[in-house]
């Protein structure tokens, strides 16, 4: 059965409470989000995309906008907190890209590939060279993704961007952050050209708008060579590369050749040690990052369906080690967003100490953009829409935690802000622009009073194993 954490009682290296799926005070229980099984994927081949899902352009079928919940009688939103993901991205490694090139290019000297082999590297050089420079750049479709996020963002919440309200916006040092800050704010200007909006990207802010881990502490725990091992062992036991590999080369066995005369020897031009695993796993990847570019080239006559499942399986499971509450990480990695947690409470205390509670004077809105290596693991600190989740089965984490539900590109989360005359904030949560769960009681989800959500997190904040680290 499925546990959860109560993190404002768990004994950090220990233990953890479990409510046994216990649900919410309100119309929600705690939701489930699996890796989609094979049926679906048949159905629906975009599920297999993993964390290079692109996020959907809504504005192209208004249909799918989500609808949102009208707030109880009386109250207005007047501040929204958000912190987003950046777009779509070209693969941020350039060995992705270069290295099955060159695999194939020697393969095809050594008259090792398949004809399928020859169309493939053909196309694989061609991506190689559009990536070329490009390396974790944001691409059109990313900077396009922003500006649609930010004008429904602008439609559903009029009230706080209205007249000269104050944007606070703020980006990690990378380039992709920061053009998708650009994009976003660039269009919330061009509905209302009288927004105060302010951009910022320094390494002043980076403690908390990305993962700063000075004393290794999170990455000594994840980097234990007992994960390798159990990841390595998943990918064996997921992973089925005869087909594809063998599509493109002619005998399995001159990998060990390539290694041995190439690889490892005489190398002037480093070629890359390489297996039948690699392979798979470097073509399929990419094959499921191009949707994120503009080019027209697309793997799928090579890469299955099933392939990209077999990695979107793997991946989910590495996502679940680094961001969620498991064994792998003791428990303790969503820590790692201790200091983003903080500043939404401190930014949100601020703003509404400003604007007041009654919902009639603006606090504008504080955006922030970064990476889905801040986002998932924060979802998870504050469990949201169930990203909380203890499995301790690695077999059964697809069952219960799919990182796609969380951080497709350009994944956000907003946090928005109602006020009423005589009557307590209510907050309502946003993941994706989907109404999303908190694990906290109401008795009118999708809202949520503020100060029992704020209690609820600074009590989690106080068993943050690093809470002094930058104080």
Not at 365 to 388: E, K, Q, V, W, Y
């Amino acid at each position: 059965m499925k546990t959860r954490i109560i993190l404002a009682a768990a004994l950090i290296f220990t233990a953890s409470l479990s409510l046994n799926g216990q649900p919410y005070k309100g119309k929600q229980t705690s939701p489930v989000y699996a890796v989609p099984d094979w049926e679906q994927v048949q159905a629906n081949p975009s599920l297999v995309l993993s964390d290079y899902q692109p996020y959907p352009v809504l504005d192209q079928d208004p249909a799918s906008i989500p609808a949102l919940t009208k707030a109880p009688k009386g109250y207005k939103p007047f501040y929204i907190s958000h912190y987003g993901r950046h777009g779509s991205r070209w693969l941020i490694s350039s060995a992705t890209y270069k290295d099955p090139v060159a695999f194939l290019k020697k393969a095809n000297e050594e008259d090792m590939l398949t004809p399928r082999g020859k169309d493939v590297l053909r196309r694989l050089e061609q991506v190689e060279e559009a990536a070329r420079g490009r390396y974790g750049e944001l691409t059109r479709l990313g900077a396009e993704q922003h500006r649609q996020i930010a004008g429904r963002m602008f439609k559903n919440f009029p009230q706080v961007f209205k007249g000269d309200a104050a944007v606070d916006a703020k980006s990690t040092v990378i380039i992709r952050c920061i053009l998708s800050m650009e994009s976003f704010c660039m269009r919330l200007k061009e509905l209302n050209p009288k927004l105060r909006i302010t951009n910022d990207a320094s390494a002043h802010d980076m403690y908390y708008m990305n993962n700063q881990d000075p004393d290794k502490f999170f990455h000594k725990i994840t980097s234990d060579p007992k994960n390798s091992e159990i990841l390595k062992a998943y990918a064996r036991k997921v992973f089925k590369t005869d087909r594809l590999v063998m599509s493109l080369v002619k005998d399995t066995s001159w990998f060990a050749t390539y290694n041995e005369k190439f690889a490892f020897k005489d190398n002037p031009d480093k070629l890359p040690k390489y297996t039948a695993s690699g392979l798979f796993y470097d073509v399929t990847e990419l094959s499921i990052s191009l949707p994120n570019t503009d080019l027209d080239i697309s793997l799928d006559d090579v890469v299955t369906l099933e392939d990209k499942h077999q990695l979107n399986l793997y991946r989910n499971l590495g996502s679940y080690r680094y961001a969620g509450f498991c064994d792998m990480g003791q428990k303790v990695t969503p820590f790692r967003q201790t200091y983003l947690l903080k500043n939404i409470i401190e930014t949100a205390d601020k703003a509404i100490a400003e604007a007041g509670t009654d919902g009639k004077k603006t606090a504008g809105a504080t955006l922030r953009f970064g990476h889905d290596s801040n986002l998932m693991p924060l979802c998870s600190l504050m469990d949201i829409d169930g990203a909380g989740v203890y499995e301790p089965d690695n077999d059964n984490v697809a069952n219960v935690w799919n990182m796609e539900h969380y951080i497709p590109k350009a994944g956000n989360l907003q946090f928005i802000f109602y006020g009423k005359k005589n009557a307590p904030v209510l907050i309502k949560v946003l993941l994706n622009e989907h109404e999303a769960t908190l694990p906290v009681e109401t008795d009118k989800f999708p809202y949520y009073e503020w100060n029992k959500v704020r209690e609820f997190y600074l009590n989690i904040l106080d068993n943050s194993p690093i809470k002094e680290r930058f104080e």
